[in-house]
């Protein structure tokens, strides 16, 4: 059967104190929607359907998945958000219901879930807390077999002592969805029409509900408030670290690192304090970042070394490089093998070639350097004259003085020397030395300025 997965996303999340929508708040860098909606493409959903209701337009502005948009105009509760999805699921698949706010349910336990779906049972996500408060309670017979839930606010005293809770998680077929939604009732405290009456609708039409739990608790942990979104942050972050140190990674301190992302690591890799990772990242061989790092969409080769403090966007770096402390590599800068861009240096859409330094103090963007050119402190390249971008070249082996402006469009031709101080507009051909700056005057008897 195919698979159709519906996801509900409805919710105001009032708790949250935000003007957002809650299933657009990020957790680990990406909204708790699009955590469930990656989660249901991996099972290799023929179909996803997300009900939302509050907000919608944030939400699809948000996400840009390819999803079948459903609306809930009015909170009826989880049943009736479900029944703004079945007339478009076909009657002969298999039906997953999702939560927006239950981001990190793994997909090994949603695929065990929908395996074990056949026309007459239905597979019901439970877990056993040690408070099961403000959770509807699993209740079973003298077999063990499931035969209703209950929630909170409509149990008995009797069953409220049970510790077995519905995370709201469900797979069932299409064709016993279909038969049961219509049938369900409000008759309850809050006047809602709950999907988790379905169960014992089913149990009463002769269907058996089989049970799965996860391997982790929090795996169907929903999020109402800031405080429960750190706490499940703090976890996924904490099974990150975990890994990564399991790989053979290096952490100072597991507990402060942040991947926002996905971080790939080769072998002998090692990360100091307060670094986040955001985007894809990956780490060659023998790789070293040093502490309060921000890395994102970067590619770091082999024994390369990131110092402290320093921050790289969409960027690549070969082997042997060094960057840092201190240092900002924006979009589209390449350092090739053993180039080094040191502290308090930016650069842009710029390509450094193997070998070449830029140690200080300097800012060089839309540019292109050669193998071994050294660029002194203070060296800016003038790309923008307020409309449009222009490139600088800097061919091999040239040495660039300090505290000069390279004023694009401008080439550097091979060996050339710039001499410090100086502002360069136009080119310089090879192993020319460029002096542009104005003539020094020195004056006798100058009397310094008094205050009045």
Excluded at 52 to 70: F, S
Excluded at 148 to 166: G, H, R
Aim: hydrophobic letters at 40%.
């Amino acid at each position: 059967m195919s698979l159709h997965v519906i996801i509900l996303a409805a919710g105001q999340g009032s708790r949250m104190k935000s003007k957002l929508p809650k299933v657009i708040h990020a957790l680990a860098g990406k909204p708790m929607l699009q955590h469930v909606l990656d989660t249901a493409k991996t099972l290799g959903a023929d179909g996803i359907h997300v009900v939302v209701g509050h907000g919608a337009d944030q939400v699809k502005d948000i996400i840009t998945d390819d999803v079948n948009w459903c609306y809930q105009e009015e909170q009826l509760g989880t049943g009736h958000a479900v029944a703004q999805a079945i007339d478009s699921i076909p009657q002969d698949s298999t039906v997953l219901i999702l939560y927006g706010d239950v981001p990190l349910t793994a997909a090994s336990t949603l695929q065990a879930l929908v395996d074990g779906v056949t026309r007459e049972k239905l597979a019901l996500l439970t877990v056993y807390l040690e408070n099961p408060s403000g959770y509807g309670r699993i209740i079973r017979d003298e077999d063990e077999t499931i035969e209703a839930i209950v929630e909170q606010k409509d149990a008995s005293e009797l069953e409220l002592l049970v510790n077995e809770v519905n995370t709201g998680i469900l797979a069932l077929s299409a064709e016993l969805l279909h038969r049961f939604i219509p049938t369900l009732g409000n008759s309850n405290a809050q006047g809602e029409y709950y999907l988790t009456d379905i169960i014992e609708i089913a149990v009463k039409n002769g269907c058996r509900v089989e049970a799965h739990q996860p391997e982790f608790e929090q795996e169907v942990q929903g999020v109402n408030n800031r405080l429960q979104m750190c706490e499940l942050e703090c976890w996924y972050q904490s099974r990150i670290s975990e890994q990564l140190m399991l790989d053979g990674v290096t952490l100072f301190d597991p507990n402060r690192l942040d991947v926002r992302g996905s971080l790939t690591c080769g072998q002998d890799v090692l990360i100091d304090l307060n670094c986040i990772f955001e985007g894809d990242v990956v780490l060659g061989d023998g790789v070293k970042i040093g502490a309060n790092c921000i890395i994102k969409n970067a590619k770091i080769g082999d024994n390369t070394q990131i110092h402290a403090n320093s921050m790289i966007e969409d960027s690549v770096i070969a082997e042997h490089a060094n960057v840092g402390p201190y240092a900002r590599l924006r979009p589209g800068t390449i350092l090739e093998a053993s180039a080094k861009v040191g502290n308090f240096v930016e650069t842009k859409k710029t390509l450094v070639g193997k070998g070449s330094k830029i140690n200080h103090l300097s800012y060089v963007g839309d540019a292109v350097l050669g193998k071994n050119v050294n660029v002194g402190a203070g060296t800016i390249t003038c790309n923008y004259d307020g409309v449009n971008k222009f490139k600088t070249e800097i061919s091999d082996g040239v040495f660039v003085g300090s505290n000069t402006s390279l004023v694009a469009p401008v080439k550097i031709g091979e060996l050339a020397t710039i001499g410090a101080g100086s502002v360069v507009n136009r080119e310089v051909e090879a192993k020319q030395l460029a002096v542009a700056r104005s003539k020094q005057r020195n004056i006798d008897g100058w009397q310094r300025p008094t205050k009045k």
